[in-house]
Structure formats: structure tokens, C-alpha cells
């Protein structure tokens, strides 16, 4: 039972989540204009910026602190004239656009319908790759992935493509298995955790 204390923590964990959305949003649209356009004066991405998030923004100058931010990772440089200082994405920023966009690809199969089936993940990253072992946790999780065992993930949804594409991408094919199976022994427990029942 949720009880008045839980209730109000899970309605600011819901705008902080909701938050950070926004600002994965912004800054993945702000790195892909970027990419898009090529060096562009800062005032006119944040312009451009504005006109697109101004209704989902609390106060205008957090599209500020985004820039900001994405200078300070790295992402992308801004000249040194502040008035029209101009901005370009770096190799870095480029990397960060293919991981959000990434991410956002892994959404869709919170959409997708169960054929019956159940995709097991195994993984076994090394830690001197330690990057690449957070990033897969991260996205397996962002997928809607149930930890079964220690590094063993399970999810019922069709997920071949994306996992492809996360081995790829941090070259971590021989670290990463997916299997495929028709059924489990806590196959009842893991129904009820993805309202299959």
C-alpha cells in the first residue's frame, strides 16, 4: 500500500524523470541541429531551440545551461566572441547524438507485442572495458530488460536488431548473447512483472 510519503516521492521522482527527458531532448535536437547545419551562430540554435521547447520549458535559460553543458562534455565548441560566438559539433558530440538516438530507438519496444517468446540476455563485459559494460547496462535496462541472475536479463519482446547494434557499437559481440526461448521455469513471475497475464 502507497502510503502519503511514497505517493509524494514517486511524484517528484516522476518530474525528475520527466525533466530529464527534456533535457535528452534538447540536447540530443540541439547536437543533431548542430550536425545538421554545421557551424551555426549560438543565438540561432538557441532560437531555434526556443521555438520548439518554449512550451515545455519552466524558465528559457535552461536551454542556456544545456549549452553550457554540452561545452563543458565536450560535445561541441563554441568560439570565443560571446555575442556571436558560433558553435560546431565535435567528434565527441557526434559519438553522444549516435547514443541518444540510439536510446531513443531502444524506446520502441516498450510498444512492441509478445509473440509467446522470451529473449534472454547474457553478457559478460570486461572491466577494462568498463564503459562499454555500463553502457550495455544502461541500455538493456532503458529496453525494459528484468534482471533474472547477475548479469542474465530477460525481456519478452522481439529486441534481435537493437542488441545487434549494441554489440556493434562497443564491439562487444563475443560478450553478449541473446537467446531465444519458448519457456521458463519462472515463466508465471516474470508474466506478472510485464502485465502479460
Known amino acids: 500500500m502507497l502510503t502519503a510519503v511514497s505517493l509524494l516521492q514517486l511524484f517528484i521522482m516522476s518530474g525528475l524523470y520527466q525533466a530529464e527527458q527534456l533535457t535528452f531532448k534538447i540536447l540530443k535536437n540541439m547536437l543533431s541541429t548542430i550536425g545538421r547545419l554545421g557551424e551555426l551562430a549560438a543565438d540561432n540554435l538557441l532560437d531555434l531551440l526556443n521555438e520548439r521547447f518554449s512550451k ?13 553543458e554540452a561545452v563543458r562534455n565536450n560535445y561541441i565548441t563554441r568560439g570565443s566572441r560571446a555575442r556571436d560566438a558560433t ?8 559519438l553522444r547524438l549516435d547514443d541518444l538516438l540510439r536510446e531513443e530507438r531502444f524506446n520502441e519496444i516498450e510498444t512492441a ?19 562499454a559494460r555500463n553502457a550495455v547496462r544502461r541500455l538493456i535496462q532503458q529496453m525494459g530488460f528484468r534482471q533474472l541472475h547477475q548479469s542474465v536479463w530477460i525481456i519478452p519482446y522481439d529486441c534481435a536488431i537493437q542488441i545487434e547494434e549494441i554489440q556493434t557499437a562497443y564491439g562487444a559481440k563475443k560478450h553478449i548473447s541473446l537467446l ?18
Open 56 to 68: 515545455d520549458l519552466n524558465d528559457p535559460k535552461e536551454l542556456n545551461r544545456i549549452l553550457n
Open 87 to 94: 558553435v560546431q559539433l565535435t567528434g565527441k558530440g557526434s
Open 113 to 131: 507485442k509478445w509473440d509467446g517468446r522470451w529473449r534472454v540476455l547474457s553478457y559478460d563485459v570486461p572491466e577494462s572495458n568498463r564503459a
Open 180 to 197: 531465444v526461448v519458448d519457456q521458463f521455469d519462472r515463466e508465471q513471475e516474470f508474466k506478472k512483472e510485464f502485465d502479460l497475464l
